[in-house]
């Protein structure tokens, strides 16, 4: 006996699904668990690598295959591969309860990464751990954001947890060496953006070793490029100026 199966029907498993709702009909694409996010913070750059297929679907689970003429008629524009990024990006990703409460335990870790990577407490200059700085996000009722990625998310909680602990990003420590004929001016240019001038010496050249926030580090940069018009040299010493041993709340 046969069983007949419409042509429009393809039947996928193990899939993670994307839907948009666009021009009055739904759209939902295939794509492989995992991948979706990877896509959309940019380290999965390869297409083929997150879709299970390129076709688009009106119903993934039903395996539904959306008609052309809507396709042209929603997006303006019958090119799959154009489609599916567009869904991808702007599309709502369909998971369960039990993956998006993973997921957000998962971020929620990563985020905690993030800052104590770039983080020390600015009194002792120690380092926090992660597991602190989990509790400190749960003391302020930190919830993570779906749409945000885990970068933005930790730059968001550094700023909020200073209300309830000591703490800050770690100072950069910079070697910057300028011509003598542009040390003085620079560095008065220069000097609201240093935390620090640990040393500082003026003989054929002004060399500086100093502390600054990672923030400034850019503009740091361009100033010295463009001041001495690529004479002047900035040097990054260490990423973060740390002292041994961790940080703890007693």
């Known amino acids: 006996m046969s069983i007949f199966t419409p042509t429009n029907q393809i039947r996928l498993t193990n899939v993670a699904v994307v839907r948009m709702k666009k021009g009055g009909k739904r759209f939902e694409i295939a794509c492989y668990k995992n991948k979706v996010m990877s896509w959309r913070s940019g380290a999965e750059k390869d297409l083929d690598e997150v879709l299970q297929t390129s076709s688009v679907f009106n119903n993934v689970s039903k395996g539904q295959v959306a008609k052309k003429d809507d396709l042209s008629k929603a997006f303006g524009t019958d090119d799959l591969t154009e489609i599916c990024k567009q869904i991808l990006a702007k599309g ?44 400190a996000m749960k003391d302020i009722h930190y919830s993570v954001k779906a749409n945000k990625s885990t970068k933005q998310q930790a730059l968001e909680v550094i700023r909020q947890l200073k209300d309830s602990i000591e703490i800050q990003r770690a100072h950069m420590r910079l070697r910057l060496v300028l011509p003598a004929k542009d040390g003085k001016r620079l560095k008065e240019k220069l000097k609201p953006l240093l935390k620090v001038v640990e040393s500082e010496d003026f003989d054929d050249q002004l060399e500086m070793v100093c502390l600054v926030d990672p923030g400034c580090f850019r503009e740091i940069d361009e100033l010295i490029r463009c001041e001495t018009k690529g004479k002047g040299s900035l040097e990054v010493l260490s990423l973060k100026d740390v002292e041994e041993g961790d940080e703890r709340l007693e």
Do not use: G
């Open 92 to 135: 709502e990703l369909q998971v369960s309860d039990k993956e998006r409460q993973s997921q957000l335990e998962t971020s929620f870790r990563d985020i905690a990464t993030i800052v104590a990577e770039k983080c020390v407490n600015p009194e002792t200059k120690r380092p926090y751990t992660v597991n602190l700085i989990e509790r």
